[in-house]
T-cell receptor, first 114, second 110 residues
Framework: ETGVTQTPRHLVMGMTNKKSLKCEQH?????MYWYKQSAKKPLELMFV???????ENNSVPSRFSPECPNSSHLFLHLHTLQPEDSALYLC?????????????FGPGTRLLVL | GENVEQHPSTLSVQEGDSAVIKCTYS??????FPWYKQELGKGPQLIID?????GEKKDQRIAVTLNKTAKHFSLHITETQPEDSAVYFC?????????FGAGTRLTVKP
């Protein structure tokens, strides 16, 4: 176990649904990340939070909305998704947001949009 | 921005043989190079990393080499075992910007 947990592990939703992904890290880290992992493509960084402040948003569509209520929890709120949003969504954390920090990943949420 | 290319995309070896995965990066400022292993149903887990002030690092059966001049780094797994079968990702990082390769699916045949 890496100390990063994600729920749910699997999610099926329709295009009109609203759902949320949850991530929790038990490592005392200050930075948290959301990544999208699609088949045969590099991991795509979506959002970065440092000390609960969003520091990066990589041109992610507004149908994805992150929330970081404290340094241990990170949410990804989903609404009106498209089938091409089906992927594995990974959460990660690192001690701080500086160069050379190891990122620790959760197991991911496998999302299927119908 | 940084661009990381990883080869091969799939690799099949016999148990006991060595496996080598190679990555190239484009940003000469990148200074941190981790390797992750992702097993089915799990998130990527760090297996070894190297920083730009080091040319080689070894941990038991795995080793990583870095050639800063050529901007490439490689993962070497010796005496492969079936449990080494997984997808391996390289990454290159400068500051807080980490870019990943597309992954190599390694299969170790018993």
């Amino acid at each position: 176990e890496t100390g990063v947990t994600q729920t749910p592990r699997h999610l099926v939703m329709g295009m009109t649904n609203k759902k949320s992904l949850k991530c929790e890290q038990h490592l005392g880290h200050n930075a948290m990340y959301w990544y999208k992992q699609s088949a045969k493509k590099p991991l795509e960084l979506m959002f970065v939070y440092s000390l609960e402040e969003r520091v990066e948003n990589n041109s992610v569509p507004s149908r994805f909305s992150p929330e970081c209520p404290n340094s241990s929890h990170l949410f990804l709120h989903l609404h009106t998704l498209q089938p091409e949003d089906s992927a594995l969504y990974l959460c990660a954390s690192s001690q701080d947001l500086i160069g050379g920090e190891t990122q620790y990943f959760g197991p991911g949420t496998r999302l299927l949009v119908l | 921005g940084e661009n990381v290319e990883q080869h091969p995309s799939t690799l099949s070896v016999q148990e006991g043989d060595s496996a080598v995965i190679k990555c190239t990066y484009s940003d000469s400022a990148s200074n941190y190079f981790p390797w992750y292993k992702q097993e089915l149903g799990k998130g990527p887990q760090l297996i070894i990393d190297i920083r730009s002030n080091v040319g080689e690092k070894k941990d038991q059966r795995i080793a990583v080499t870095l050639n800063k001049t050529a901007k490439h780094f490689s993962l070497h797994i010796t005496e492969t075992q079936p449990e080494d079968s997984a997808v391996y990702f390289c990454a290159a990082s400068f500051d807080n910007d980490m870019r990943f390769g597309a992954g190599t699916r390694l299969t170790v045949k018993p």
